[in-house]
């Protein structure tokens, strides 16, 4: 653990260094210029009861976040006295923003570029150990998956994303880990709701914010829902809405989840949970290095932390099984399923 302590500090120090050599101006030009996306990981009624794209409210929280003292914000937002104190009530009063003896911190989770793609360096000990594990599994799921006749209704190798992503790593599991791992019943209470809260910058408009991958499930007409699993659903969803033609294409081709399917992705996302849990129990103690040394320990729980870092985590599983060509990645990034 010596070992890992340091890799991370020196990782850590390289990373920041991007920011801590730049002025409050500069930083300030840029989070201004730089476009952030939000996430929710919520289930039901449990949203956020405002807009947090409005009045600079999440330039703001990314702000202090950079370590932006109040002051210097304000006068970039042309904020007088009487909003700042406003918006900052506004934020606490809504769980998204505390103040003590340390000064005003967020309470969601944020990230930059920059330390996005540090939190991708810091989860390649666990994305690897998860890829094994996944590999290994392969064979048993394959007959398993033949036993049932599936493989006469179903392509696996076609499916593949989703299943050995969706399935074992995301959709099928969070929950769990959130109870079994975080040992959290429910999610953070914010005004009353319960949720976790994200804002991620997004360098690349098409695709969600560093690539991660993430399960979507809306109503499309009075008697479809549809399911999309991967990381490019941004434009995909402006099509849904605005091109009948692209939505029917989707629809004809969305993969139908019949019962014997769901029931198989049911009981290998079980088998797989106790081998997902050891992984994560087993590196507790480096998962909590990184909560520290990353400096989010200054902000969120740890439970707010991780479930957003097991996302890059679960995603650059994803990402070494292609690689080792174990799954496929659908053409644009998206899976679809109703």
Not at 111 to 140: M, R, T, V, W, Y
Not at 168 to 173: G, M
Request: hydrophobic letters at 40%; glycine letters at 6%.
């Amino acid at each position: 653990m010596k070992t890992n302590s340091l890799l991370l500090l020196i990782l850590f120090f390289v990373a920041g260094c991007t920011i801590q050599n730049k002025s409050s101006q500069e930083v300030l030009n840029y989070i201004f210029s730089a476009k952030y996306e939000h996430s929710i990981i919520s289930k039901g009624d449990n949203l956020p009861n405002f807009d947090r794209r409005k009045d600079s409210i999440a330039l703001f929280l990314v702000a202090l976040h950079e370590n932006i003292e109040p002051g210097e914000f304000q006068e970039k937002a042309n904020w007088t006295d009487e909003v700042l104190e406003e918006r900052i009530q506004f934020l606490i009063d809504r769980g998204w923003l505390m103040e003590d003896d340390r000064g005003i911190r967020p309470t969601v989770f944020i990230a930059s570029d920059h330390q996005g793609q540090d939190l991708f360096k810091h989860g390649l000990p666990l994305s690897e150990d998860i890829a094994d594990a996944i590999e290994n599994e392969i064979p048993g799921i394959m007959e398993k998956f033949h036993v049932r006749g599936l493989s006469d209704l179903y392509d696996f190798e076609k499916m593949s994303f989703l299943v050995l992503s969706n399935v074992l790593l995301d959709n099928w599991q969070i929950m769990e880990m959130e109870a079994s791992y975080l040992k959290k019943e429910n999610r953070p209470e914010r005004h009353g709701k319960f949720y976790y809260a994200s804002i991620e910058e997004n360098v690349n408009n098409a695709y969600e914010p560093f690539g991660i991958y993430g399960n979507q499930y809306g109503k499309i007409n009075d008697s479809t829902y549809l399911s999309i699993y991967g990381n490019n659903r941004i434009v995909v969803n402006q099509r849904l809405k605005n091109d009948p033609v692209f939505r029917d294409s989707v629809l004809n081709v969305a993969l139908e989840l019949r019962p014997d399917l769901y029931n198989f992705f049911e009981e290998i996302a079980e088998d797989f949970k106790p081998k997902l849990l050891r992984i994560l129990n087993d590196r507790t103690a480096y998962s909590r290095d990184v909560f520290e040394i990353t400096g989010y320990a200054n902000e969120i729980a740890y439970e707010e932390f991780f479930i957003w870092w097991y996302h890059f985590i679960y995603t650059q599983a994803t990402n070494i099984l292609s690689e080792r060509g174990k799954l496929i990645i659908p053409e644009g990034g998206n899976f679809y399923y109703k």
